[in-house]
């Protein structure tokens, strides 16, 4: 009852954790990366759940790290709420969107071969590999923290682009160059 | 170039192969998740991977989060889809509350802070380098580049919301894939 109350007053963190994520999710166009300003006027400027400092703290974590970089939703979640917050807000970044991307999947198996849609499809992905490239180069800039860095960016482009062996040796590659040189 | 599809996965096969992508995906996810999933287990094509991530990224949300999605929901249906949204998202998460809990505990550990660094600067070629092999494999005509080149100047050097650019080029690169399949068909 008190935590009815409260929600309908929009100070519950987890009501705002789970109602905020889901509105911004949906004008996620583009990806995760997209609404990082809303996300920091939602966290910082809306709820004051941390400073702009703190923010940047955890997106640049959220980036160091693997997987998905919207998994700082996660890391915001749970600074506010705990464990209850991470999965909340990570189920209001997720749950409306993927229910739209699973129905958009199952719509397109039903139109699948209708010549509009291919059309639309192939349209998209010069912009899709556009956009790959814009972020390894956004991603580049953010690491070029000495000419060092830039090398190891410039050559792991290069084995990459040109050789079959797995990406990995580039980060194995790159780690131990950051240990001893960075 | 093979570009021959093996059989469609199963269901067991493509959570790990999603956890996999997860864990080891710096940098971002859909370089990794091409890697697995075009080259490695050669379950899609490279044009097929591309149009699926380009409504990945036409949609709202997470792009990597729906190109699972589609993806899942293609071979599995629904089990296929949550199996591949919980491999990409739990285990890096476990990963990343781990290293949130050591930076609270420790604060900065000048190594981890170090062997990170490089490890961005080589995640980014990684990225830079799976749109290169991209370009090589996909083969696009000049006016399909020309919509590529502006979503890349749109995002890294313009700085322009993505949605803008999505929605913005999207008609151009329609256009272009329109214009350059009656060229050739012309030709």
């Known amino acids: 009852m008190q935590r009815a109350v409260r929600a309908m007053n929009g100070d519950d963190p987890l009501w705002s954790l789970l ?33 702009d400092a703190q923010f940047a703290q955890l997106f640049a974590l959220a980036q160091a790290a693997p997987g998905p970089n919207v998994l700082v939703v996660g890391l915001i979640g749970w600074k506010v709420a705990g464990l209850a917050g991470m999965l909340v807000a990570l189920a ?33 992905v010069p912009v899709a590999v556009g956009l790959i490239l814009a972020s390894g180069i956004i991603l580049g800039q953010a690491a070029a923290v000495g000419w060092l860095a830039v090398a190891l960016t410039v050559a792991s482009s290069l084995f990459v682009w040109r050789s079959d062996r797995s990406p990995l040796w580039a980060l194995v590659v790159g780690g131990i160059a950051g240990a001893l040189f960075l | 170039m093979p570009q021959d599809v093996a059989a469609k996965p199963s269901l067991g096969a493509f959570f790990l192969a999603y956890c996999v992508i997860g ?59 949550l199996a591949a949204v919980f491999g990409l998202f739990g285990p890096p998460l476990v990963v990343l ?9 420790y604060g900065e550990v000048p190594l981890v802070k170090a062997v990170l660094a490089g490890i961005a600067a080589a995640a980014a070629g990684m990225v830079i380098g799976t749109a ?50 009656r060229a050739a068909r012309g030709a």
Not at chain 2, 37 to 53: F, G, H, N, P, S
Not at chain 2, 97 to 105: E, G, I, N, Q, R
């Open chain 1, 92 to 124: 209001g970044m997720t749950v409306p969107v993927g229910l739209l991307a699973y129905g958009f999947a199952r719509f397109r198996r039903r139109l699948s071969g209708a010549a509009w849609l291919r059309l639309a499809e192939r349209g998209l």
């Open chain 2, 23 to 81: 864990l080891i995906g710096f940098g971002g996810v859909n370089a990794w998740a091409r890697r697995k999933l075009v080259e490695e287990k050669r379950w899609i094509t490279e044009q097929d991977y591309a149009e699926v991530l380009g409504l990945g990224q036409a949609l709202p949300g997470p792009n990597a989060m729906n190109v699972a999605i589609m993806l899942g929901e293609r071979w599995h249906g629904v089990a296929g889809s």
């Open chain 1, 19 to 51: 109602a905020g994520f889901a509105a911004i999710s949906l004008i996620a166009v583009g990806g995760g990366i997209a609404v990082v300003p809303e996300m920091n006027r939602l966290v910082v400027d809306v709820h004051g759940w941390m400073t």
């Open chain 2, 132 to 181: 290169l092999r991209m370009v090589q494999k996909l083969r696009p005509p000049p006016a399909v580049v020309a919509v590529g080149l502006a979503a890349m100047v749109g995002a890294a050097f313009l700085r322009l919301p993505l949605p803008v650019i999505v929605l913005g080029l999207a008609p151009f690169g329609i256009l272009a894939a329109w214009w350059s399949a």
């Open chain 2, 97 to 105: 509350v781990a290293l949130a809990a050591a930076h609270d505990a």
